[in-house]
């Protein structure tokens, strides 16, 4: 039996399947055409960010602050530090300017900062004279490493303190200087008097430091390091053998448990 009429199924439109496709690759197009122009917004946003970090005068480096030093210090470091002035604050090698503050013997500790738009900060911590050295006819300034920090006559600040000699002609006078420092301090750590009596602390024999006084025409030998024993116990009879004897050739505290000294021939007991 044949049956005519309409079929209840249909059939989709010829073509829709690429109109999809086609529909689908517009979008892709567009969101790629659509990124492209974001990407090269931004990338000409950064460049012309970073033109402006860089060149505008505003970022101008105008102040350079120097905190913690004396005048004569600042005076020195100044000259040093000129260079920054007109750089651009975005261009400046903060650890360049820690390295070239730190290489000056007074400085003992920097932290260099930087505030936007045109400032540098350096904060120093000035290094403190820790002894005094003739080497040759003048006086040179030390600081706790040994190391030369500046003549004599060129600080203005207080250096009444015993002078190392004896250094000319040591093989190794870095070391020596450190050792007669180290003793100094242990001098001074057991009594404060007799370390500001101390005139000169005389280095020329590795194997025995030899102290004079101001009040006291009678080297004394400490050895090749300080007994402290044996200089308390000097200092407790001190008074009494300046009274007994005036005039001594040498005291010796070199050897341990042991205090000896030696009046100067013809001189007859004060007793």
């Not at 600042?74 to 400046?92: A, H, S, T």
């Not at 407790?236 to 000896?260: C, K, M, R, S, W």
């Amino acid at each position: 039996m044949i049956v005519l009429g309409r079929s209840s199924s249909r059939r989709r439109p010829r073509g829709s399947k690429r109109t999809r496709q086609t529909l689908s690759n517009l979008r892709l197009t567009a969101f790629l055409f659509l990124y492209g122009i974001l990407a090269v917004g931004l990338v000409a946003g950064v460049r012309v960010g970073y033109r402006f970090l860089n060149t505008h005068p505003i970022f101008a480096i105008k102040t350079v602050v120097l905190q913690g030093v004396s005048s004569k210090t600042e005076n020195e470091l100044r000259p040093m530090l000129e260079y920054l002035r007109g750089r651009n604050f975005f261009r400046v090698d903060l650890d360049e300017v820690h390295d070239r503050v730190g290489a000056h013997p007074w400085v003992a500790s920097t932290m260099v900062s930087g505030q936007i738009p045109d400032k540098i900060r350096v904060v120093v911590r000035e290094r403190r004279p820790a002894g005094l050295a003739r080497l040759g006819n003048s006086l040179f300034l030390l600081n706790g490493d040994g190391r030369v920090i500046c003549p004599l006559d060129s600080y203005s600040g207080n250096a009444d303190m015993p002078i190392l000699i004896g250094l000319e002609d040591l093989n190794d006078q870095p070391t020596a200087i450190l050792t007669g420092l180290e003793a100094l301090d242990l001098i001074k750590e057991t009594s404060l008097f007799f370390w500001n009596n101390i005139e000169t602390l005389d280095l020329s024999d590795n194997d025995n430091m030899v102290v004079h006084l101001h009040n006291e025409r009678a080297p004394i030998h400490l050895g090749d390091k300080i007994i402290v024993a044996n200089l308390k116990n000097y200092l407790a009879i001190a008074q009494h053998v300046q009274n007994t004897y005036p005039a001594l050739d040498y005291i010796e505290l070199g050897f341990p448990n042991q205090i000896a000294i030696k009046p100067r021939e013809g001189q007859s007991n004060g007793e």
